[in-house]
């Protein structure tokens, strides 16, 4: 689904990637995570066409990425911060988006009854609070029923019904052979719903593979205390 | 186009329920309005309006269109995950932006003026003339403000940026011009101060109305020799030509700029 070789991303004098490859399978839920600046949201938007590599290729579905827009047809994404114009209603916000394709929203309806975002999308994003913010990120991404679900934090700032209809959601997503792509800095929440896992660090890869690969080589059941201490290995 | 089109459309919808959009328009009804109140004819009431064109509009449309770039990015950055190039989302949301403040501009101006003035063709050539120069102002000066929005990440510094190349260009400008004429006096100027004039917008648009209009109270010294040298059809020929440059050059090199931006 997508395979990233030798991806090197530099601003300025910041090194922002090292050298990363990786593949991710179709059908899998792959976590990434790492600390605070370490490279996780360069490699999503090297992704996504938004930052331009300084090396290296990235190939999503059988496309090099080569700064067309069109394979993105096939992407979903849910940024970090949901931020929308303040003036524009939920349904405007939607009805742009609609706008820019060509298909039909096939899971517009489901995803906003999902997300119980019925009565808001008629107010101005203004109104909105955070979460739900977050939610109408959520059915933009969602809505074209993408091969490719990418999802930045997606769980900062949602109630736990909405965290666990995510969930849900991401789970389907994984039942139907998508693929999907997630930061959080919630273990927890990862282990829930990831199979795999890439961490990051200084970007670089240092793990990337099943989670109970991880667990297996730092002899650890919970994926937080493995990833703490596979860090600590890497201090030593 | 279609796409650019779509986009530009909610952003003329976002700006018409924006406060500041709305106080904008507000604010040259009302001007416009007083200025009726204060002098009963329409050529005075043309030449105040015209002084505050001059200064405000540039003024408006550079912090208008820094503030929503910046306002923007977040959701700029979604539309971008779409199947849809960066040339056609910053095409669409300064078209988009551009109409919403022309038509703030012609609304607040227009309208009152329509209602006020007495029915002349000649008065009727000056409202025209008036709103086609505030409406360049808009366009140009919101390029320029996107322009450097694209160049600059950090907020602070496109703010101020845009805000020296107003103080630059409605203030500082003519002055540096004036010493330089007053320096070099002994020297032929007619040459150097046609260039003087082309390459500062607001000059452009005074000059523009001079060579249409008798407004003595806006002549500007460098204003004086365009309208002496090249006469009315030619005067305003160059001007709108290079009216238009100023709006054209901003806008491709932004676009070329935004292109390769990692966001």
Same mark, same amino acid.
């Given at each position: 689904?997508?395979?990233?070789?030798?991806?090197?991303?530099?601003?300025?004098?910041?090194?922002?990637?090292?050298?990363?490859?990786?593949?991710?399978?179709?059908?899998?839920?792959?976590?990434?995570?790492?600390?605070?600046?370490?490279?996780?949201?360069?490699?999503?938007?090297?992704?996504?066409?938004?930052?331009?590599?300084?090396?290296?290729?990235?190939?999503?579905?059988?496309?090099?990425?080569?700064?067309?827009?069109?394979?993105?047809?096939?992407?979903?994404?849910?940024?970090?911060?949901?931020?929308?114009?303040?003036?524009?209603?939920?349904?405007?916000?939607?009805?742009?988006?609609?706008? +820019?394709?060509?298909?039909?929203?096939? *899971?517009?309806? /489901?995803?906003?009854?999902?997300?119980? =975002?019925?009565? !808001?999308? $008629?107010?101005?994003?203004?109104?909105?609070?955070?979460?739900?913010?977050?939610?109408?990120?959520?059915?933009?991404?969602?809505?074209?029923?993408?091969?490719?679900?990418?999802?930045?934090?997606?769980?900062?700032?949602?109630?736990?019904?909405?965290?666990?209809?995510?969930?849900?959601?991401?789970?389907?997503?994984?039942?139907?052979?998508?693929?999907?792509?997630?930061?959080?800095?919630?273990?927890?929440?990862?282990?829930?719903?990831?199979?795999?896992?890439?961490?990051?660090?200084?970007?670089?890869?240092?793990?990337?593979?099943?989670?109970?690969? +991880?667990?297996?080589?730092?002899?650890? *059941?919970?994926? /937080?205390?493995?990833?703490?201490?596979? =860090?600590?290995? !890497?201090? $030593? | 186009?279609?796409?650019?089109?779509?986009?530009?459309?909610?952003?003329?919808?976002?700006?018409?329920?924006?406060?500041?959009?709305?106080?904008?328009?507000?604010?040259?009804?009302?001007?416009?309005?007083?200025?009726?109140?204060?002098?009963?004819?329409?050529?005075?009431?043309?030449?105040?309006?015209?002084?505050?064109?001059?200064?405000?509009?540039?003024?408006?449309?550079?912090?208008?269109?820094?503030?929503?770039?910046?306002?923007?990015?977040?959701?700029?950055?979604?539309?971008?995950?779409?199947?849809?190039?960066?040339?056609?989302?910053?095409?669409?949301?300064?078209?988009?932006?551009?109409?919403?403040?022309?038509?703030?501009?012609?609304?607040?101006?227009?309208?009152?003026?329509?209602?006020?003035?007495?029915?002349?063709?000649?008065?009727?050539?000056?409202?025209?003339?008036?709103?086609?120069?505030?409406?360049?102002?808009?366009?140009?000066?919101?390029?320029?403000?996107?322009?450097?929005?694209?160049?600059?990440?950090?907020?602070?510094?496109?703010?101020?940026?845009?805000?020296?190349?107003?103080?630059?260009?409605?203030?500082?400008?003519?002055?540096?011009?004036?010493?330089?004429?007053?320096?070099?006096?002994?020297?032929?100027?007619?040459?150097?101060?046609?260039?003087?004039?082309?390459?500062?917008?607001?000059?452009?648009?005074?000059?523009?109305?001079?060579?249409?209009?008798?407004?003595?109270?806006?002549?500007?010294?460098?204003?004086?020799?365009?309208?002496?040298?090249?006469?009315?059809?030619?005067?305003?020929?160059?001007?709108?030509?290079?009216?238009?440059?100023?709006?054209?050059?901003?806008?491709?090199?932004?676009?070329?700029?935004?292109?390769?931006?990692?966001?």
């Amino acid at each position: 689904m997508i395979e990233i070789s030798n991806l090197h991303k530099r601003f300025s004098k910041f090194v922002a990637l090292h050298d990363v490859s990786l593949s991710i399978k179709r059908g899998s839920v792959t976590g990434i995570i790492g600390p605070n600046g370490s490279g996780k949201s360069t490699l999503i938007k090297c992704l996504l066409g938004l930052v331009n590599p300084t090396s290296g290729t990235i190939t999503i579905n059988g496309s090099v990425l080569d700064g067309a827009c069109d394979y993105r047809q096939s992407i979903g994404y849910v940024p970090q911060i949901a931020r929308f114009p303040q003036d524009l209603t939920g349904n405007e916000i939607i009805d742009i988006v609609k706008g +820019l394709r060509k298909e039909p929203a096939t *899971l517009e309806r /489901e995803l906003v009854e999902r997300f119980d =975002l019925r009565h !808001e999308l $008629a107010k101005r994003t203004r109104a909105l609070s955070g979460g739900t913010r977050q939610k109408l990120s959520m059915v933009l991404a969602g809505m074209y029923d993408p091969e490719l679900l990418i999802l930045d934090e997606p769980t900062a700032g949602l109630d736990p019904v909405s965290n666990i209809r995510l969930k849900q959601f991401i789970a389907d997503h994984r039942d139907q052979k998508r693929t999907v792509l997630v930061t959080t800095h919630i273990m927890s929440d990862l282990d829930e719903m990831a199979d795999e896992v890439v961490i990051i660090i200084d970007g670089r890869i240092r793990f990337a593979g099943p989670i109970r690969e +991880l667990k297996l080589q730092t002899g650890e *059941l919970r994926l /937080e205390v493995a990833v703490a201490r596979l =860090l600590e290995r !890497e201090a $030593a | 186009m279609r796409l650019s089109l779509h986009i530009g459309w909610y952003a003329i919808r976002d700006v018409a329920r924006n406060r500041w959009g709305l106080l904008y328009t507000a604010f040259f009804l009302v001007v416009t309005v007083g200025l009726f109140q204060l002098q009963a004819q329409s050529a005075k009431v043309a030449v105040s309006l015209m002084s505050i064109c001059l200064f405000l509009i540039p003024l408006v449309s550079s912090l208008f269109g820094t503030i929503y770039f910046y306002n923007s990015r977040e959701f700029v950055e979604l539309v971008l995950t779409q199947p849809v190039n960066r040339r056609t989302v910053y095409f669409g949301m300064f078209c988009g932006l551009g109409a919403s403040l022309v038509a703030g501009f012609i609304l607040g101006v227009g309208l009152p003026y329509l209602f006020f003035m007495t029915i002349s063709q000649e008065q009727l050539l000056s409202l025209l003339l008036l709103l086609a120069v505030g409406s360049f102002l808009t366009v140009i000066f919101l390029a320029i403000s996107f322009l450097l929005a694209t160049i600059l990440d950090d907020r602070g510094k496109g703010l101020a940026a845009i805000l020296g190349v107003w103080l630059f260009t409605a203030l500082v400008y003519d002055g540096l011009v004036m010493l330089a004429t007053m320096a070099f006096s002994d020297y032929p100027l007619e040459t150097p101060l046609l260039i003087a004039v082309v390459t500062n917008p607001i000059d452009l648009a005074r000059v523009t109305l001079l060579v249409q209009t008798d407004w003595a109270a806006l002549m500007g010294y460098t204003g004086a020799v365009f309208n002496r040298f090249f006469g009315t059809s030619l005067g305003v020929s160059i001007a709108v030509v290079a009216l238009c440059l100023w709006i054209v050059t901003p806008v491709l090199i932004g676009l070329r700029q935004f292109r390769h931006k990692d966001l």
